[in-house]
């Protein structure tokens, strides 16, 4: 039997953080299309169960025409079982009325589905619970067994965890593959001598905190054991580059050099650029010119300047002046935090100095 595992679609997401209004309409009709091609690769692969583990929605105020959207979608595939599993954003959806029979949840206390030989189990946690329910867990050995949980995984107690996930107590339960959501990573580990666990990660990146690959997970039961596969499913990818444009003498070169190192990011991709390194006081620098450039190149761009101005410190500093004394002072002082006081130097040189800045 073919089984998908997802998390974290986060569907109605504001997505305002860095996109203007238009776009983030955009992304967030991009992220429903997302669901409507995953139970397109459902239906062509023939798989018979969407494992859904937590943050279907994003908030407990999702709009009717979207919560009836998600609905139909479901009731208009009933070859699909859709298992939900209550996040910890999204509403209990299916305190809704007419819910399409093929949408199963899990409840607050274990609840189990079975489907010829497998059984899937699933629990909503809650921001704190009590430990002890692991110890109701009850699978056969002779069936396959899937587990269903949203939450963070603790080396240890839970107790300062917010939905903490011990996984020594899931350990020899007869689990054969334990489905997670809520970290928007995926990932992929050994639970003991028989199952293993992973992360679905999110199906798309909402922000530059959640850059890279975003999809879902594969699952198949064969005679060998049990296939996983992570698959790719993201309409866009964020990126976050961080490029020393210290060798840089104008903006010419700072534009080919941010050129070169953004080369092979598709176009259809978000990209934050962080620019570091040591430029000369004289150096004019223009954000301006390279969002411009860039803008016309991918889907959105973010430029954060993290540059600072080259000043010889230990010369100033000897320098027997107004500006010398300035230097001594700043670099001195105890109460300015140490990562602005290049900042707050190169100012007041400017300012000594009768420039504008």
């Not at 199963?104 to 589905?113: K, Q």
């Not at 450039?293 to 300047?305: A, M, S």
């Not at 100033?316 to 500006?323: E, F, H, R, V, Y």
Request: hydrophobic letters at 35%; glycine letters at 6%.
């Amino acid at each position: 039997m073919k089984i998908i595992h997802t998390a974290d679609l986060h569907i109605d997401s504001k997505m305002e953080s860095n996109l203007s209004v238009e776009k983030a309409k955009e992304r967030r009709n991009e992220i429903k299309q997302t669901f409507v091609r995953l139970i397109e690769y459902a239906k062509k692969h023939e798989v018979k169960i969407i494992i859904i583990a937590g943050d279907l929605f994003d908030t407990n105020e999702i709009s009717n025409r979207t919560k009836n959207l998600i609905l139909d979608l479901i009731r208009q595939n009933t070859d699909i079982s859709f298992l939900f599993l209550n996040g910890n954003h999204d509403e209990s959806i299916y305190k809704e009325e007419n819910i399409p029979e093929n949408f199963l949840h899990f409840e607050n206390n274990w609840t189990y589905f079975n489907f010829d030989d497998i059984t899937i189990a699933g629990i909503t946690l809650g921001e704190k619970y009590n430990e002890n329910i692991f110890d109701n867990l009850h699978l056969s050995e002779n069936r396959k067994n899937i587990v269903v949980l949203h939450g963070q995984i603790t080396k240890g107690s839970i107790e300062y965890v917010p939905y903490g996930i011990n996984l020594n107590l899931l350990k020899n339960k007869n689990i054969d593959y334990l489905a997670l959501g809520h970290i928007h990573e995926y990932s992929f580990g050994k639970l003991d001598d028989r199952g293993y666990y992973a992360y679905s990660g999110a199906l798309e990146g909402r922000g530059f905190d959640e850059c890279g690959e975003k999809g879902f997970v594969f699952l198949e039961f064969e005679q060998d054991g049990l296939k996983h596969l992570f698959v790719p499913f993201a309409t866009r990818k964020f990126y976050e580059l961080e490029i020393d444009v210290s060798h840089c003498s104008n903006m010419v070169e700072m534009m080919q050099l941010i050129n070169e190192n953004t080369k092979d990011i598709g176009k259809e991709n978000l990209i934050k650029i962080i620019l570091k390194g040591e430029l000369e006081k004289d150096f004019e620098k223009d954000i301006d010119y390279l969002l411009t450039n860039l803008n016309e190149k991918y889907y959105f761009v973010k430029i954060e300047d993290k540059t600072k101005i080259k000043i010889d410190l230990q010369a100033l500093q000897a320098d027997i002046s107004l500006k010398g004394e300035y230097i001594r002072q700043v670099l001195g002082s105890n109460e300015i935090p140490e990562e602005d006081k290049n900042d707050i130097i190169m100012y007041g040189i400017k300012a000594l100095e009768g420039e504008d800045f």
